[in-house]
T-cell receptor, first 114, second 115 residues
Framework: AQSVTQLGSHVSVSEGALVLLRCNYS??????LFWYVQYPNQGLQLLLK??????LVKGINGFEAEFKKSETSFHLTKPSAHMSDAAEYFC????????????FGKGTTLSVSS | GAGVSQTPSNKVTEKGKYVELRCDPI?????LYWYRQSLGQGPEFLIY????????DSGLPNDRFFAVRPEGSVSTLKIQRTERGDSAVYLC?????????????FGQGTRLTVV
């Protein structure tokens, strides 16, 4: 069965520091990979997605993620954190075996301090 | 509407009661999904509609849960004989076609508390 593991339920960084949120997946077929962000009292919002092609994907708000098949990873990064990046981040996978439904990780809460 | 709308935003019910949760998807979106998010967990898939029909209901936990989408737009998730373990945030999402690489837009969810 497909699964997603997000290492670290809580990550804290200083404003201006590098953000790295880790995501590993398991899938027996090439996956589609997604990162969603959830701000307080708001719905999930798509940050970026990988389907095919270029393995480095750029998303909104300066975030990017790289699909590494050999490592079964799709880590999310941002060079310089901003206070407004504080939120909960979810990695998700979708593939043929799972139909079109998304399988989510448990989420990582990002805190940004000044 | 501009986005996916879910009502009510909060629902408190007594154990054993029946509840209905409503989802208004983005106009024109044929695909609609229900997910459940328990505290400290990511969303878990419940059911997927393509138009009026349930294309995949493999995530429904048991026969107390049922969902409909009679006109291919608004959907209602129905829970019978609620249990305290049903307490969670129920999320609805819609996408234009339901293809695997199409973006799903989420509502803000309905927080269900069973007391």
């Amino acid at each position: 069965a497909q699964s997603v593991t997000q290492l670290g339920s809580h990550v804290s960084v200083s404003e201006g520091a590098l953000v790295l949120l880790r995501c590993n997946y398991s899938s027996s077929v090439p996956p589609y990979l997604f990162w969603y962000v959830q701000y307080p009292n708001q719905g999930l919002q798509l940050l970026l997605k990988y389907t095919t092609g270029a393995t480095l994907v750029k998303g909104i708000n300066g975030f990017e993620a790289e699909f590494k098949k050999s490592e079964t990873s799709f880590h999310l990064t941002k060079p310089s954190a901003h206070m407004s990046d504080a939120a909960e981040y979810f990695c998700a996978v979708s593939d043929i075996q799972a139909g079109t439904a998304l399988i989510f990780g448990k989420g990582t809460t990002l805190s940004v301090s000044s | 509407g501009a986005g996916v709308s879910q009502t009510p935003s909060n629902k408190v019910t007594e154990k054993g009661k029946y509840v209905e949760l409503r989802c208004d998807p983005i106009s024109g979106h044929t695909a609609l999904y229900w997910y459940r998010q328990s505290l400290g967990q990511g969303p878990e898939f419940l059911i997927y509609f393509q138009g009026t029909g349930a294309a995949d209901d493999s995530g429904l936990p048991n026969d107390r849960f049922f969902a409909v989408r009679p006109e291919g737009s608004v959907s209602t998730l129905k829970i019978q004989r609620t249990e305290r373990g049903d307490s969670a945030v129920y999320l609805c999402a819609s996408s234009a076609t339901g293809g695997q690489n199409t973006e799903a837009f989420f509502g803000q969810g309905t927080r269900l508390t069973v007391v």
